[in-house]
């Protein structure tokens, strides 16, 4: 059984940061890409920034330059920085891997979600 667990939200102030923390564990053959998604109230879940095995990312473009993704491949953990946080920004982030869990084929994993929260 594959779980991923985050850890980090929380509630900051407009120009503030916060560090987002995602680790897999369970039966893990491996990962593939990882990504962090955020959903705000009344709005469809977005991808907010992915990473590949290899290292190469990819941001939505709200948040380019602001947000960092980045991995650790031993800890089977991927880590979201966020910097100059906007309150357009608040909403649940979750994080997503795409793994193999016996080494045939991949499936989409999801952690249960992390609030963050900016005001203004």
């Known amino acids: 059984q594959v779980q991923l667990v985050e850890s980090g939200g929380g509630l900051v102030q407009a120009g503030g940061s916060l560090r987002l923390s995602c680790a897999a564990s369970?039966?893990?053959?491996?990962?593939?890409?990882m990504g962090w998604y955020r959903q705000a109230p009344g709005k469809q879940r977005e991808l907010v920034a992915a990473?590949?095995?290899?290292?190469?990312?990819n941001y939505a473009d709200s948040v380019k330059g602001r947000f960092t993704i980045s991995r650790d491949n031993a800890k089977n953990t991927v880590y979201l920085q966020m910097n100059s946080l906007k309150p357009e920004d608040t909403a649940v982030y979750y994080c997503?891997?795409?793994?193999?869990?016996?080494?045939?084929?991949?499936?989409?994993?999801w952690g249960q979600g992390t609030q963050v929260t900016v005001s203004s």
């Open positions: 997503n891997a795409d793994l193999s869990a016996t080494g045939w084929g991949t499936d989409d994993y």
């Open positions: 369970g039966s893990i053959f491996s990962i593939n890409a």
């Open positions: 990473i590949t095995s290899g290292g190469s990312t």
